[in-house]
Nanobody
Framework: QVQLVESGGGLVQPGGSLTLSCKAS????????MAWYRQFPGEQRELVAL???????RYDDSVKDRFSISGDYVKTTMELQMTDLKPEDTAVYFC???????????????WGKGTLVAISS
């Protein structure tokens, strides 16, 4: 079973920057989209940024011009560069790959376990 592992979370001051990374334990047969989600306490996960190789990246309005997503389909890795971080960005961030891990497995959503990003002075 493939695992997605996030790294790069931590505590930073407002206005600071962080880069989150996500790597699959084994490469995927094919990928449809790669994305980052976040979850605030007591709330559902929400989409932060989405990447595919057919369209420009898509961002939630709250992070536009501050966050940047990139990904490598072949290596099945992705990053989320976050700048000008605000206290309201504090959340657990999850990476997501929507794809076929193997040719026979079918199209599925795959999730990492999450990494905490905390913004505080």
């Amino acid at each position: 079973q493939v695992q997605l592992v996030e790294s790069g979370g931590g505590l930073v001051q407002p206005g600071g920057s962080l880069t989150l990374s996500c790597k699959a334990s084994t490469s995927f047969f094919a990928v449809s989209t790669m994305a980052w989600y976040r979850q605030f306490p007591g709330e559902q996960r929400e989409l932060v940024a989405l990447f595919n190789d057919r369209n420009p990246p898509r961002y939630d309005d709250s992070v536009k011009d501050r966050f940047s997503i990139s990904g490598d389909y072949v290596k099945t890795t992705m990053e989320l560069q976050m700048t000008d971080l605000k206290p309201e960005d504090t959340a657990v961030y999850f990476c997501n790959v929507h794809g076929w891990h193997t040719e026979l497995e079918g199209l599925k959503n795959h999730w990492g376990k999450g990494t905490l990003v905390a913004i505080s002075s």
